[in-house]
């Protein structure tokens, strides 16, 4: 199994951009699909985006598309989440999640992954 470490929440002003990261260890991180939620105050933990073990991406959340960047580099054992022109509404704190890549379930779901890091606050201010 793996343990999973966000890192990079900050504030930022509305606009602006920030590189999330995820440190993977304890097991093979190329043996995980792995996936970016977020969870703002009072609100469901949701889906962002999620990133095959190969590197190809799944899919994104409809409103981060074209803004936020999912990537992962297997031999440092890190998934980031690269996010342009935020708006306050992206406010959250942000988990990284990871499942094996022979999970017959979806990818969307937070009950799709196993293994959570402890997130990572991202406040953008307007």
């Known amino acids: 199994q793996i343990q999973l470490v966000e890192s990079g929440g900050r504030l930022v002003q509305a606009g602006g951009s920030l590189r999330l990261s995820c440190a993977a260890s304890g097991g093979t991180f190329s043996d995980y699909t792995m996936a970016w939620f977020r969870q703002a105050p009072g609100k469901a933990r949701e889906f962002v985006g999620a990133?095959?073990?190969?590197?190809?991406?799944?899919e994104y959340k409809d409103s981060v598309k074209g803004r936020f960047t999912i990537s992962r580099d297997n031999a440092k054992n890190t998934v980031y989440l690269q996010m342009n022109s935020l708006k306050p509404e992206d406010t959250a704190v942000y988990y990284c999640?990871?499942?094996?890549?022979?999970?017959?379930?979806?990818?969307?779901?937070?009950?799709?992954?196993?293994?959570w890091g402890q997130g990572t606050q991202v406040t953008v201010s307007s």
């Open positions: 990133i095959s073990w190969t590197g190809s991406i799944l």
């Open positions: 999640a990871g499942t094996s890549k022979y999970s017959n379930k979806g990818y969307y779901e937070v009950n799709d992954y196993r293994y």
